[in-house]
């Protein structure tokens, strides 16, 4: 068993569905020559050929569009969006086609697609190439909202997106592709979509979050525990559709929960989770629901970008805000 940082654990599933379905087919700015701008696809053309993994021209309308007519057709497509700040010209081919093909065609044609792209702030990128969007996305119907946390996660989470009949967006934290390693089986079996992960058990508190925040979050619960608190910890994985049974289930447990994602605060998905437990699990809770998130503003260069995303001690004092309710 390998140990894997996240971004070799991406290259990985993709090698293991390349090698084990001809169907699927990669494309992308830079993914075949290059391997992609943090090296995702890394020599995957040359082992699989530049037919199977295409370098596209910067035009990300085309190649969502693409992707919709090779999935249409029966392909399975893995497109990748160099930075999620480049998104935004491909929403048309997304909203409008990929996530309703199966609606439109009453289920004739299916959208077996997945849009791969790094995202989030931690690495000192320009202004483009920090964002966390990932609320826009789960707001669509039809489509399915993946967040890894981690190289085992990243592995079969896209295994299991590149498999699902329906268009799954992946965002893939860049601040975790190389930050640690993990051992991962490259043996080709998926997680469950769909799912949360209750990464940590405890009795006084929930967190709930996702991608690369759930470090900070493990490790504010790690800081609670020394003061004998101990907390559940939940990794949201699939923010849609959501497995809000799990919250749920936790938060009756334990009575206080808080949610944490480096999104901005307005709209954030942490949000729509706060309205689930306000909506079912009111009599569990004990404490407000406490967010500790992300500003709302454009997220800043390197000098404040650490001020912007959620830290340790943020997280801590929205615990102990809610450990303090009566």
């Known amino acids: 068993m390998a140990e894997l940082n996240l971004v070799e654990a991406v290259n990985a599933a993709l090698a293991y569905e390349l090698a084990h379905d001809a169907c699927v087919v990669l494309l992308g700015e830079d993914i075949g020559v290059n391997g992609g701008v943090f090296r995702a696809t890394l020599g995957l053309q040359a082992r699989f050929g530049a037919e199977r993994v295409l370098d596209t021209p910067l035009a990300e309308t ?4 693409a992707a919709i007519g090779m999935a249409a057709e029966g392909l399975k497509p893995v497109a ?3 930075f999620t700040g480049f ?3 491909a929403l048309d081919q997304i909203v409008n086609h990929a996530s309703r093909l199966r609606h439109r065609t009453r289920g004739r044609l299916t959208c ?6 790094p995202y989030g702030a931690g690495i000192h990128a320009p202004e483009h190439h920090s ?9 669509v119907p039809g489509l399915r909202m993946v967040i890894p946390s981690s190289p085992s996660r990243a592995y079969g989470l896209l295994l299991a997106a590149i498999r699902d009949p329906d268009p799954v967006i ?7 592709y190389r930050l640690f390693r993990q051992e991962v089986d490259d043996n080709g079996a998926a997680l469950p979509l769909d799912a949360c992960f209750v990464v940590r058990e405890g009795g006084d508190m929930t967190f709930v979050s996702w991608g690369a925040m759930l470090r900070e979050t493990l490790d504010a619960a790690d800081i609670l525990a020394g003061e004998g608190v101990t907390a559940d910890v939940i990794d949201v994985a699939t923010l849609k ?7 749920l289930e936790s938060v009756a447990k334990t009575g206080r929960c808080v ?10 998905f942490g949000a729509e989770i706060a309205a689930g437990l306000v909506e079912h699990g009111l009599s569990s809770l004990l404490a407000p629901v406490q967010r500790v998130t992300g500003y709302d503003v454009v997220v800043p260069l390197a000098r404040l970008e650490y001020q912007y995303l959620p830290s340790v001690e943020r997280i801590l004092a929205a615990a102990r805000a809610a450990l303090e309710f009566k």
Do not use: K
């Open 62 to 65: 085309a190649i969502a569009g």
């Open 80 to 82: 990748e969006i160099q």
């Open 87 to 89: 998104i935004y010209p």
């Open 112 to 117: 077996p697609m997945v849009l791969r792209s």
């Open 131 to 139: 964002e966390s969007p990932e609320a826009l996305f789960a707001h």
């Open 170 to 176: 992946f965002f893939e934290p860049t601040r975790l």
């Open 241 to 247: 559709p959501l497995d809000m049974a799990t919250i």
């Open 259 to 268: 949610i944490v994602h480096e999104a901005a605060r307005s709209g954030g």
